[in-house]
């Protein structure tokens, strides 16, 4: 067995997935999923990548749910249930979509060299790389990704962002401010869906509200059944908004302990609540354990983008949301990446920590 320290290991968690993946003749140890670290595998959780499509996944009509009583019970059906709806109709043209795939692509399709410029450090969690690792047991994800700060301006560090291609910069600050309407209304939607007042989820993001982005790239594996894009988890966000890839389907919701597989919908976003929303709507809004399988042919491409409070901002589950029968189930809490990571990594929910 490899320590951290040797220089195997040293060298193989230098690399990227994609370095690993072009010069696989064996797969690394590293990266072969054990299934009992796997949160969701003290479940029955069937094991299956069929593909078990809708009503499991409900397709929502953003542009009505300011006027539809039936779209928003909808909407709130889908996130007390599986945590997850396909959002169609939500103002951004398909043709944005688009750019915002071709900014991801050009990227991971520059040289290793131009990817290295923007290379994480070992300890942070911002810049190119692959999965952040924490202890000498955790298996590794198929998958690199380029996470950034997108929101509040003032909050990015440019000097991870790729300089190419060019129009990288001006493409993601728009989608940043696109994405950041499209939280608005459903924030406000999910709020009046509980009858409550309709701002008040906006009002504990603050007013510097965050985004990040993550850029995911998945190789192709020939051991497919051997490994993870993403190991299960729950996101640390409010809600997350996913542009799924165009054609390769792979993200998996954990819904009544079986594996749904998310169908790709055209031209509509993945949103799923995270975390902190299943902690402000005090747990009637479902926060879905997810994962992501890999196959053996196709690569696959998709950003999410976590839309949450502002940074160091402590929330907590609405007031209007606690009585007697309903009593609080969440504490005050502050949910900063470092606490999400380091229970994330142990295979632990985060959201797990802060239950009364
Ligand atoms: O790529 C996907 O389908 C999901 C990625 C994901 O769950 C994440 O980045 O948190
Ligand atoms: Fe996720």
Not at 81 to 89: D, E, T
Not at 245 to 269: C, F, S, T
Request: hydrophobic share 35%; charged share 25%; glycine share 4%.
């Amino acid at each position: 067995m490899m320590s951290a320290t040797s220089p195997e290991n040293y060298d193989l968690l230098n690399k990227q997935v994609q370095e690993v993946a072009a010069d696989c003749h064996q797969l690394p140890e590293r990266y072969i999923r054990k299934e009992d670290e796997e949160y969701g595998s003290h479940t029955n959780a069937v094991e299956s990548s069929s593909t078990i499509t809708s009503p499991e996944v409900p397709v929502i009509d953003v542009s009505l749910l300011n006027s539809s009583p039936l779209e928003l019970a909808k909407l709130k059906f889908a996130v007390g249930s599986c945590g997850c709806f396909q959002a169609i109709n939500h103002g951004i043209e398909g043709s944005f979509l688009e750019k915002v795939r071709e900014i991801s692509r050009l990227f991971f399709r520059s040289s290793v060299e131009e990817k290295k410029k923007c290379l994480r450090a070992d300890d942070d969690i911002e810049g190119y790389g692959n999965d952040m690792v924490l202890s000498d047991q955790q298996t590794i994800d198929w998958n690199d990704r380029l996470y950034l700060t997108a929101l509040p301006k003032h909050q990015q560090r440019l000097q991870f962002w790729p300089q190419n291609p060019s129009h990288f910069r001006e493409v993601l600050d728009e989608y940043s401010s696109k994405i950041e309407l499209i939280n608005e209304v459903v924030l406000k939607a999910l709020a009046r869906s509980l009858n409550l007042e309709e701002n008040c989820f906006l009002n504990q993001y603050g007013t510097n509200s965050s985004m990040s982005a993550r850029f995911n790239y998945y190789p192709p594996c020939e051991w497919p059944d051997k490994v993870l894009g993403v190991k299960p988890h729950a996101d640390g966000s409010a809600i997350t908004v996913l542009l799924q890839d165009k054609e390769v389907e792979g993200l998996q919701i954990l819904k009544d302990d079986q594996w749904v597989g998310v169908p790709i919908v055209r031209d509509a976003l993945t949103i799923n609540v995270g975390d902190q929303m299943e902690i402000m709507s005090n747990g009637i809004f479902k926060s879905p354990v997810h994962r992501v399988l890999i196959n053996s042919e196709n690569e696959r491409m998709t950003v999410a983008m976590f839309c949450m409070p502002q940074t160091e901002k402590d929330i907590g589950p609405e007031d209007d949301l606690i009585s007697d029968e309903t009593p609080r189930l969440y504490k005050n809490v502050t949910f900063t990446l470092d606490f999400f990571f380091k229970n994330y990594q142990q295979g632990r929910r985060a959201i797990d920590a802060c239950k009364i």
